[in-house]
């Protein structure tokens, strides 16, 4: 059985930090890229960031670019996001998802598997 628990969220004035977790249990996530999404009140999901097998690949939207910092621990079987200088609008419930791919590559546009519930951003002013 899947079990996958997203943590780390919280509130935190804007220029803050938080650093999310996403740990899974049931598969490994060696063969899959991973990705953080998040969904906001009254919007549609979006695609983050992404990680490839192997970590050689990684893709930001552009949003986040130079702010946020994707990271994968295999041993652990763990995601990570690192959240730096937090605006308003990065406020969402941030999840992870995975699919399994190709060494080196990954892409937002990809139909991702989710299975957690999530964990709510929520950025002051």
């Known amino acids: 059985q899947v079990q996958v628990t997203e943590s780390g969220g919280g509130l935190e004035q804007a220029g803050g930090s938080l650093k999310l977790s996403c740990t899974i249990s049931?598969?490994?996530?060696?063969?899959?890229?991973m990705a953080w999404f998040r969904q906001a009140p009254g919007k549609e999901r979006e695609a983050v960031t992404c990680?490839?097998?192997?970590?050689?690949?990684?893709v930001y939207v552009d949003s986040v670019k130079g702010r946020f910092t994707i990271s994968r621990d295999n041993a652990k079987n763990a995601l990570y996001l690192q959240m730096n200088s937090l605006r308003p609008e990065d406020t969402a419930l941030y999840f992870c998802g995975a699919i399994r791919g190709p060494v080196g590559l990954c892409s937002l546009a990809w139909s991702y598997r989710f299975w957690g519930q999530g964990t709510q951003v929520t950025v002051s002013k």
């Open positions: 990680i490839s097998r192997g970590a050689t690949g990684i």
């Open positions: 049931g598969f490994s996530i060696d063969d899959w890229a």
